[in-house]
C-alpha cells in the first residue's frame, strides 16, 4: 500500500496513476503517485537455488548442496543462484565484490569519494577571511594538493582547477608569511 | 536533462545549503543521488528496477520563504522610511525583493519520494512542482522501459491484495505506521524549545543593550550565542537522517547561520576594539568590554547590523517555536492514525 507522506493515510487506488495531484483522504495534500510494476513483484522461489539433481552436475562453491548456474567473473568460482550478484550485467561472487569496493575497481559500488582538491581549496580561501590561520593552513593547502594531485576525484571527471588555486593561494599565503616575518626581523 | 557528463545525465534541480550540495542523475540502469559538502561525496543508486514508486507531495515551501523575504523586504522600507540615508536600506530591499520574486516565480514547492522495497528516499533536489513533474515523467519512461508497463487493471486487481503486514514485501512508507508509535525520538524535545528560548533572549539582550547603552546584557548575550552555537550543532548532529525529529533540520542550520554571523561580527569588533586600543591587546576583559563599547557605537552600521541581527534573532525564535508547535501537533496526527 501506498501512503502518505503526510499523515500516513493509505491511498485508494484511483489516486494511482493519474498523472496528476490528488488530495489526501484525509490530510488533504495533493499528491502524486507513480506506480510501478516492481511493487507486486512477488518473491521468487528459484531464487534460492535449486537442489543438485544429479552427481555430474556442478555444484555452487559455497552451498554444495545446490546446483551452480554462472562462475564469478573474476575468480571463476562457481554460484548457485542465491549466491550470484548481478552487477552492470556480469555476475560476481560476494568475496569478490567486497573486494571491487574495497580496491576501487568496481565504478557502481563507490559509496565516497575524498575531494582533496576541494579540501586543499577550501584551506587555502576561507582561513584567509580571519588571517592569522593561515600561517598553519596555508602549508596543510599546499601539502594536500601536491600529494593528492593524482587522486581519483569522484565519478566524474575533474580538471585540476582547484589544485592549481589552492597552490597559488597557499603559495601566496607563505610568501606573504615570509615577506612579513623579514619586514619584522628587520625593523628590530 | 542537459548536462551529461560520461555516461551520467543530469536530472534538472539541484539543492545547496550551506556548503552541502546535492545533485541527482540519470544513468544507464540507475538514479544516481550525489551529496557533496567542502571534503567528500557521497553515492547512493536507485536501480530502475528496484523503483517501486514515486510519490511527489505539494508543500508550504513557496508560502513560508515568501513570508521571510516579505518581512525583510518590508524591515527594509521601514529603514529607509525611517533612516536619514536610505542608500543601504535601498540596496537592502532591493536584494530580498529579488529573491522574493524569484521565489514566486519558481512555482510551488513539493517533496518528492522514491519508495523501493526496503525505504522510503526523499529526493530533495526537485523542490518546485515544475521541474519535479517534468523529471517525474521522465522517470517513470526510464522505470517502465526497466520493469515493463504497468496496466491499469492489473493495479486495479492486485493493489488491495498488498499485505501490509508482511513485513518482506511491505512498502516503506506503509512501515512507517507502526514507526509512529515508536516513541525514539533522535532528542528530547527540551533541546529545541531552549534553542528557541535563547533566540529570542539573545534578540532581547541585544535590543536592550543598545537601549540602554549598558554592556551587561551585550555580555550576557554573547555567553548565550555560544550556548545557542552548541544547542544547533547537537540538534542537528542527533538529527541527522533520523526520522524521528520534533523540528525540521533547516530551523537547526538557520539558527547556526545565525550564532556564526554573530560571532564572526564579535570577532571583527575584537580586532576593531584592540587596533582602536592596543594598551588592551594582552588584557582579555578590558578587550571584550570595548568590544562592547563598539557594538553600543552610534553609527548607522553598527545600529543596521546589530538591530538587525537582534531582530533576526527574535523573529527566528518566533517561527522556530511556531514551527515546533505545528510539529508537535502533527506527531500527534501520525501517531492517532496508526493507533
Known amino acids: 500500500m501506498i501512503a502518505c507522506p503526510n499523515c500516513r493515510a493509505i491511498q485508494p487506488v484511483e489516486h494511482l496513476n493519474t498523472g496528476r495531484l490528488s488530495p489526501c483522504p484525509v490530510c488533504r495534500a495533493p499528491l502524486r503517485v507513480d506506480l510501478f510494476r516492481g511493487f507486486f513483484r512477488r518473491f521468487d522461489q528459484t531464487e534460492l537455488g535449486e537442489d543438485v539433481q544429479a552427481q555430474a552436475q556442478a555444484r555452487c562453491f559455497n552451498h554444495p548442496g545446490k546446483k551452480a548456474v554462472v562462475p564469478c567473473i573474476a575468480c571463476g568460482r562457481l554460484l548457485c543462484a542465491l549466491c550470484r550478484v548481478e552487477l552492470e550485467d556480469q555476475n560476481y561472487c560476494m568475496s569478490c565484490l567486497q573486494a571491487g569496493r574495497d580496491k576501487r575497481k568496481l565504478k557502481n559500488l563507490q559509496q565516497q569519494r575524498t575531494l582533496f582538491d576541494s579540501i586543499a581549496l577550501n584551506l587555502a580561501f576561507w582561513p584567509m577571511l580571519a588571517v592569522f590561520p593561515t600561517l598553519l593552513t596555508a602549508p596543510a593547502a599546499l601539502y594536500f594538493a601536491v600529494r593528492h594531485w593524482r587522486a581519483p576525484a569522484g565519478i566524474f571527471p575533474r580538471t585540476h582547477l582547484k589544485n592549481i588555486f589552492a597552490v597559488l593561494l597557499a603559495a601566496g599565503q607563505i610568501i606573504g608569511w615570509i615577506v612579513a616575518a623579514v619586514f619584522f626581523l628587520s625593523r628590530q | ?339
Not at chain 2, 88 to 105: A, E, P, R
Request: net charge positive.
Open chain 2, 1 to 339: 536533462m542537459r548536462k551529461k557528463t560520461s555516461e551520467y545525465r543530469k536530472v534538472p534541480g539541484k539543492r545547496f545549503f550551506f556548503f552541502v550540495r546535492r545533485s541527482l542523475w540519470q544513468g544507464p540502469d540507475h538514479l544516481l543521488w550525489v551529496e557533496s559538502n567542502m571534503m567528500e561525496e557521497q553515492y547512493k543508486r536507485f536501480y530502475y528496477k528496484d523503483i517501486q514508486a514515486t510519490i511527489m507531495c505539494r508543500n508550504r515551501r513557496r508560502f513560508m520563504w515568501s513570508v521571510i523575504w516579505g518581512i525583510m523586504v518590508m524591515l527594509g522600507a521601514l529603514g529607509a522610511w525611517v533612516s536619514n540615508s536610505p542608500g543601504f536600506f535601498y540596496i537592502y530591499s532591493g536584494l530580498f525583493s529579488i529573491l522574493l520574486v524569484s521565489n514566486i516565480l519558481a512555482g510551488p514547492g513539493c517533496d518528492v519520494y522514491l519508495q523501493t522495497a526496503v525505504h522510503l528516499e526523499k529526493i530533495t533536489t526537485l523542490a518546485r512542482i515544475g521541474k519535479a513533474v517534468k523529471a517525474l515523467d521522465h522517470l517513470r519512461a526510464l522505470v517502465e522501459r526497466a520493469q515493463g508497463v504497468l496496466d491499469a487493471q492489473e493495479m486495479a486487481r492486485n493493489y488491495d491484495t498488498v499485505e501490509v503486514n508482511d513485513r518482506s514485501r511491505k512498502p516503506a512508507a506503509a512501515s512507517k505506521i507502526e514507526q509512529a508509535g515508536d516513541t525514539g525520538q533522535a532528542y528530547p524535545l527540551v533541546l529545541p524549545w531552549m534553542m528557541v528560548g535563547l533566540l529570542l533572549v539573545i534578540g532581547m539582550l541585544g535590543l536592550l543593550q543598545r537601549h540602554f547603552k549598558s554592556i551587561w546584557p551585550g555580555a550576557a548575550g554573547l555567553l548565550m550565542l555560544i550556548g545557542l552555537l552548541i544547542l544547533a550543532i547537537i540538534i542537528l548532529v542527533r538529527g541527522h537522517r533520523s526520522k524521528n525529529i520534533y523540528l525540521q533540520p533547516h530551523w537547526s542550520w538557520l539558527a547556526l547561520i545565525l550564532a556564526v554571523v554573530r560571532g564572526v561580527t564579535a570577532y571583527i569588533f575584537f580586532f576593531m576594539a584592540i587596533i582602536r586600543h592596543p594598551e588592551t591587546a594582552g588584557n582579555t576583559a578590558m578587550a571584550m568590554e570595548q568590544l562592547l563599547e563598539l557594538q553600543m557605537m552610534d553609527h548607522a552600521w553598527t545600529n543596521v547590523i546589530g538591530a538587525g541581527s537582534d531582530a533576526a534573532a527574535v523573529l527566528l525564535g518566533l517561527l522556530t517555536g511556531a514551527a515546533l508547535l505545528m510539529n508537535g501537533r502533527r506527531q500527534d496526527e501520525r501517531i492517532r492514525a496508526s493507533t
